[in-house]
């Protein structure tokens, strides 16, 4: 397994305008990374998306350091209609092909939508979302490009769901991008969820939270509550208490030798997380 690293592990210094998301480049590779991935291009004033992905791949190709997927977010059940976001998505899949990257990935769903959320269950809104998926993935396909839905934003982050709409879909070039960590957000212990998912992976985020228990008071800052009311904080790569190393044991098994990224949320100095979190995760996996 490689190592990557998400942009957004830089967003402190993204936000405080210290960095950006072409100049993190350069401390992803003198950090040790093989790769770099991008969440939502934050183009500059005056400067187009596409624009943005070219000066993006001219620095990949410069340092050396390919940028591996491209993940956005998306909506296949939000305000706009199926075939509007499918279009929108199909467009972030041209800028995946500007930058470089042989994987993009998309959320699905955030949310059942209102009118029919008093009634309806993800039996209903199944079929939406694979045809919104299979359109994505075919105009993806064509330009050699795989697509990804990750367990994420809760509504759709069980291993159960996230299986159900890649099977439904039925098509080779859409698969999981598998993020060890998220899986607590909908109460699924992390290694059961990956071992159900492993042989659809294409992509692997590395990622860590503490853990406690809804049955406490909130533990302060920097927490979030679960689905099911337990307390949540992103913590460094071996910090917290996701089974990562079980986790990353049992995609190996499945045959799984991809790329793994590192995705630092925790409250900690985000270069001292990341690092700390490389050095672990680099351990782990010569461990395997």
Known sequence: MKIGVSSYSYQQLINAGTETQLSI???????GFDGIEFTDLSAPEGMTEAEYASLIREESEKLSLP??????????????????????????????????????RHDAAWSMPEDIKAYAGFEQILPILTDGCRK??????????????????????????????????????????????????????????????????KHVHAKDFHIKSGNGLNPGKGFFKSRGGNYLRGSIIGHGDIPVF????????????????VEFEGLENCLDGISIGYNNLKTMIELL
């Open 136 to 201: 994505i993935t075919d105009y993806a396909e064509k330009k050699g490009i795989t697509t990804m839905i990750e367990n994420h934003g809760f509504f759709c982050q069980d291993s159960s769901k996230v299986e159900r709409i890649i099977t439904g879909t039925a098509s080779p070039n859409l698969g999981a991008l598998i993020d060890i960590g998220n899986f607590c957000c909908a109460d699924e212990n992390s290694a059961v969820a990956v071992g159900n998912l492993a042989r659809y992976a």
């Open 67 to 104: 940028v591996i997927a491209y993940t956005i977010g998306a909506n296949l059940l939000g305000e706009r209609s199926l075939d509007e976001e499918v279009e929108r998505v199909c467009k972030k899949v041209d800028i995946a092909e500007i930058l470089g990257a042989e994987n993009l």
């Open 25 to 31: 480049m350069k401390l992803a590779k003198e950090a």
């Open 246 to 261: 079980q986790c990353l044991s049992i995609l190996k098994s499945s045959g799984y030798d991809g790329f793994v990224s």
